[in-house]
């Protein structure tokens, strides 16, 4: 289904709202359709991502929300929640320099600079 930028934003932003309200599958199903399409919609990537951790699939959300990163490096919300992701699995060696490149972006972040003083 190719209907260009304006349709993958609305599948997008149908996604988010599955994922707002629980629908988890439903969101999973759309933003898959999304990458197949797009594989480097960051947006799509972070998202399923964030989906993933809400369902368990804890391998899956690092794997996303890494792959969300590496295509917006300079995202502070992207860091944060990878950053925040390794932070509730207990891997702060990986959480730390994560929250270190959210404050290069932003020096006054408020989710890195606790995060960083709770890791440390």
């Known amino acids: 289904m190719a209907d ?5 934003a ?3 932003e149908q996604a988010i709202q599955h994922k707002v309200v629980g629908e988890y599958d439903e969101a999973v199903a ?3 359709g999304i990458l197949a399409e797009t594989p480097d919609h960051a947006d799509a990537h ?5 989906v993933y ?3 368990g699939l804890f391998d899956e959300s690092t794997e996303a929300l890494e792959k969300a ?3 917006a490096p300079t995202s502070v919300k992207y860091l944060n929640d990878l950053g925040l992701t390794h932070t509730m699995l207990g891997e ?5 320099p994560v929250f270190e490149r959210v404050l290069e972006q932003d020096p006054t972040n408020d989710t890195a600079i606790k995060n960083l003083n709770f890791i440390r």
């Open 4 to 8: 260009g930028a304006n349709g993958v």
């Open 69 to 71: 990163v590496a295509l």
């Open 10 to 12: 609305a599948r997008l």
């Open 30 to 32: 759309l933003l898959q």
């Open 53 to 55: 951790g809400f369902t």
């Open 46 to 50: 972070h998202e399923l991502g964030l």
């Open 92 to 96: 702060y060696e990986k959480a730390i």
